[in-house]
């Protein structure tokens, strides 16, 4: 299986100094660690370098940019006609511009077989559970 994380989890899986350490950075060490041993493929898509980007610190940016080099990328990624019909337009760029992206890349992946509604649903629970633990 493949994994497809956003920045909300890549963020706190790479700290780049002690104050950049989160709560949620042992929730997600622990993800990738079990994503891996069961044998899971863990991939940003490319436009999470969109979000990494806006990061204000340059000496952070540089290295966050350094770090996700160890992450597999996503690649020929679906375009985002495939989630506008359901979760309607957004501006390029932002944040949620980044986030249908990543559905487009869930939902245009031939191996799936859930609707765009159920990846909107799964989505909002692990956010709401991401937000429990961290």
């Given at each position: 299986?493949?994994?497809?994380?956003?920045?909300?989890?890549?963020?706190?899986?790479?700290?780049?100094?002690?104050?950049?350490?989160?709560?949620?950075?042992?929730?997600?060490?622990?993800?990738?660690?079990?994503a891996?041993?069961?044998?899971?493929?863990?991939?940003?898509?490319?436009?999470?370098?969109?979000?990494?980007?806006?990061?204000?610190?340059?000496?952070?940016l540089?290295m966050?940019?350094?770090?996700?080099?160890?992450?597999?990328?996503?690649?020929?990624?679906?375009?985002?006609?495939?989630?506008?019909?359901?979760?309607?337009?957004?501006?390029?760029?932002?944040?949620?511009?980044?986030?249908?992206?990543?559905?487009?890349?869930?939902?245009?992946?031939?191996?799936?077989?859930?609707?765009?509604?159920?990846?909107?649903?799964?989505?909002?629970?692990?956010?709401?559970?991401?937000?429990?633990?961290?």
């Amino acid at each position: 299986m493949r994994l497809l994380i956003d920045t909300n989890v890549l963020i706190p899986l790479e700290p780049t100094q002690h104050d950049d350490v989160e709560p949620g950075s042992r929730a997600a060490a622990s993800l990738i660690r079990i994503a891996h041993q069961a044998g899971h493929t863990v991939l940003i898509h490319p436009s999470s370098l969109v979000d990494l980007q806006r990061d204000s610190n340059p000496g952070r940016l540089a290295m966050r940019e350094i770090l996700v080099t160890k992450y597999v990328r996503l690649d020929a990624a679906p375009p985002l006609a495939i989630v506008d019909p359901v979760l309607g337009p957004v501006a390029v760029g932002s944040n949620n511009w980044v986030d249908h992206l990543l559905l487009a890349a869930v939902k245009g992946t031939p191996s799936t077989s859930w609707s765009l509604r159920m990846v909107a649903s799964t989505a909002r629970q692990f956010v709401s559970a991401w937000r429990t633990v961290s």
